[in-house]
């Protein structure tokens, strides 16, 4: 690794809800730290969002009355560890989180609590506050159910060199592949069997990081600032493995149908990879390299 590579410091910030992500994080986690990334800062968002009635108005199944407290519209039949107290949960997340010292930090980020802006833009507000709180000169937005994947790199520093020079503010957008769901208990990476692509629904690695100032008015996932380079990365190169499912068979609206954009609810044309007919049968191995 080059002197520019050791010197280089490539953070991620996400935004969970703990009891859908408890099963899974350790395992996330350990994939991106093993890929390079030097800092990983995780933001709570306490227990499910605030925007459940706008799922239920685009067609998510109606909650039961024991589950409007827990769980979210957008996916009301995921794995939230019923079997689970809040203090259990919240007690074997820190465990988990506490064997990371130095390299995982937890931030609590509860509407009503820690800010006052609602799902989706409070994961807007906390990329600027993450990023504006901590030193990286590379920050990866991603959720804990998508995978970094690196086809041509060892890691992502060997990755991000290639673009270093002689761009001081740079953004690189991945497309993803949509795999099969979790299931708790078993490995994600070791999910081979995907749906389908979709290369406008993109996560981004920026470098030189900038924030519009005044309003939350952009994608969290192309942010980056108004007058950036922005390129988009073979997918033949990287691209990230989101381990979502049929979104038809998850309860929720189907992003077939509907999804959020700028914290706005939009339909889906016909033609978009989210509204064709979904294939799970194909088979994908790639990730088999890193669970060697």
Not at 134 to 162: G, P, Q, R
Request: hydrophobic content about 35%; aromatic content about 12%; some cysteine.
């Amino acid at each position: 690794m080059s002197k520019l590579q050791d010197d280089m410091i490539v953070s991620i910030y996400t935004l969970l809800i703990p009891r859908m992500e408890l099963p899974f994080i350790k395992e996330w986690i350990d994939h991106h730290l093993s890929l390079g990334v030097d800092k990983i800062y995780i933001y709570n968002n306490g227990r499910v969002p605030s925007d459940n009635d706008q799922y239920l108005q685009a067609g998510a199944r109606e909650l039961l009355e024991g589950e409007k407290t827990i769980k979210w519209a957008k996916k009301p039949d995921a794995d939230y560890s019923l079997e689970l107290s809040d203090e259990d949960v919240s007690k074997q997340f820190n465990e988990i989180i506490n064997r990371y010292k130095g390299k995982v930090f937890l931030k609590s980020w509860a509407p009503g609590k820690d800010h006052s802006t609602p799902y989706p833009k409070s994961q807007i507000t906390g990329y600027k506050d993450c990023a504006r709180n901590n030193s990286s000169d590379w920050w990866f937005c991603i959720d804990v159910d998508e995978f970094l994947y690196l086809e041509k790199h060892l890691n992502i520093k060997d990755f991000l060199a290639c673009w270093e020079v002689p761009f001081d503010s740079i953004r690189l957008e991945l497309s993803q592949r949509v795999f099969g769901s979790r299931v708790k208990g078993e490995s994600v990476r070791g999910v081979f069997d995907w749906g389908y692509d979709h290369p406008d629904q993109v996560k981004s690695i920026v470098k030189g990081i900038k924030f519009r100032s005044g309003n939350c008015d952009v994608d969290v996932h192309t942010i980056g600032g108004e007058q950036i380079r922005s390129v988009s990365v073979p997918f033949a190169v990287a691209r990230y493995h989101h381990y979502r499912g049929d979104p038809s068979l998850m309860g929720g609206p189907s992003h077939r149908r509907i999804r959020c954009v700028k914290g706005v609810f939009i339909q889906v044309n016909e033609g978009d990879p989210d509204a064709s007919p979904v294939d799970f049968n194909k088979s994908d191995t790639s990730m088999r390299k890193y669970l060697i």
